[in-house]
């Protein structure tokens, strides 16, 4: 939607000010409900006033009763305006609201897990004679996934096909996840298996999710099978996928397997990057090969990809669990010159390290500092 959900606050609320002044007042609506979804809460405030503002001047021009518009607009001035509050504010001024202000305003409060908001602004769209999409009932089947209802989720799913509406990749996608988040992987799997029989074929995004949702459910011999059917299918597999099987099986305690996985994806040329390096130095290190995980370290810088504060902060987690306090030193004090903080597992393996060695000076100078 106009790169808004990619930009920062300002350049959002920027744009939309630019915007605002060309468009209708129902659009310019639909715009800033949209985007203050996305906004922090600062910006949104701005989003609001801008809209509100130049609708109010608009509406102005069409009033009787200047004075009254004119009152209206300075208490709104010192205020901060919600969705709702707006919503209001333009059946006031003759506005209605059409099916994209709708859902935008019900995926909003689907974002912020508030489903007794989302469903009584469905109930509204419906008495208002404006019917729901595809994108409305999405929004409110990732709603109810997010808050782990998945029976209203997939109530919404049959009154959309009642509707003569069709899912698509999204709509399965996001059910997928849903049975995951609720511990329901098995059901996810025959979802995704069912996909092809409904006439939509998983992308990479639904790939990843089940993939995902199995190895957090434990699930891990059902996952390799999926993935191996994924590998066998058309499907052009990225390195966000292989970097799933690799974390999934090096948590699994497969750490062979995860080896095995990785001189493949080296052998098909695919260009690995930091986070594939830091799920292997997190397993090297939980399997105990703490020398294997210094020399991959090294070799991140050699490849062209530098080690990043999540490396660093890995290995010496790995590092102060085999209370190996020399190295610990040595890369806590490199993680430091290159100004990479401590993140808080770190600082609590830290801190029991030094309540184990409290007569260590040169670790409680480091933990100091």
């Known amino acids: 939607m106009l790169g808004l959900r990619k930009t920062n606050s300002k350049s959002c609320l920027l744009r939309l000010q630019r915007l605002v002044a060309l468009l209708n007042p129902i659009i310019s609506y639909n715009l800033a409900f949209s985007s203050s979804n996305y906004c922090t809460h600062d910006s949104r405030i701005g989003v609001h006033k801008t809209v509100n503002r130049t609708q109010l001047l608009n509406s102005i021009r069409n009033l009787k009763n200047v004075d009254s518009a004119f009152n209206l607009f300075r208490k709104m001035e010192g205020m901060i305006l919600g969705a709702k509050s707006v919503l209001s504010f333009m059946l006031q001024m003759g506005e209605e609201p059409n099916v994209v202000t709708y859902n935008s305003l019900i995926d909003g409060y689907c974002l912020q897990s508030q489903m007794e908001e989302a469903i009584k602004l469905f109930d509204l769209m419906i008495h208002k004679n404006c019917l729901p999409t595809i994108v409305t009932y999405n929004s409110l089947i990732h709603g109810w996934c997010k808050v782990k209802d998945i029976d209203k989720a997939m109530c919404l799913l049959g009154e959309m096909v009642n509707k003569g509406l069709h899912p698509g990749v999204v709509t399965w996608t996001t059910l997928i996840g849903g049975f995951c988040k609720a511990g329901k992987p098995l059901a996810a ?181």
Do not use: W
């Open 189 to 369: 799997k025959e979802l995704f298996l069912a996909m092809n029989k409904h006439g939509q074929v998983p992308n990479l995004q639904t790939c990843a999710v089940i993939l995902d949702g199995l190895f957090n459910c434990h699930f891990h011999s059902e996952a390799f099978l999926l993935f191996k059917a994924m590998e066998h299918s058309n499907l052009d597999l990225d390195i966000a996928i292989y970097n799933i099987m690799l974390d999934g099986l090096c948590k699994g305690g497969k750490f062979n397997d995860a080896q095995k996985l990785l001189s493949c994806v080296l052998a098909k040329g695919m260009k690995i990057d930091a986070y594939t390096y830091n799920i292997m130095i997190r397993g090297l290190c939980k399997e105990g090969l703490l020398d294997d995980a210094e020399d991959l370290l090294m070799k991140m810088e050699e490849n062209g990809c530098p080690p990043n504060r999540c490396s660093y902060n890995v290995f010496v987690q790995g590092l102060l669990q085999r209370y190996d306090i020399s190295r610990s030193r040595k890369y806590l004090q490199r993680m430091k010159n290159k100004g990479f903080p401590l993140d808080a597992t770190t600082v609590e393996l830290l801190i029991c390290a030094f309540s184990a060695n409290k007569g260590d000076n040169a670790l409680q100078e480091l933990l100091q500092n």
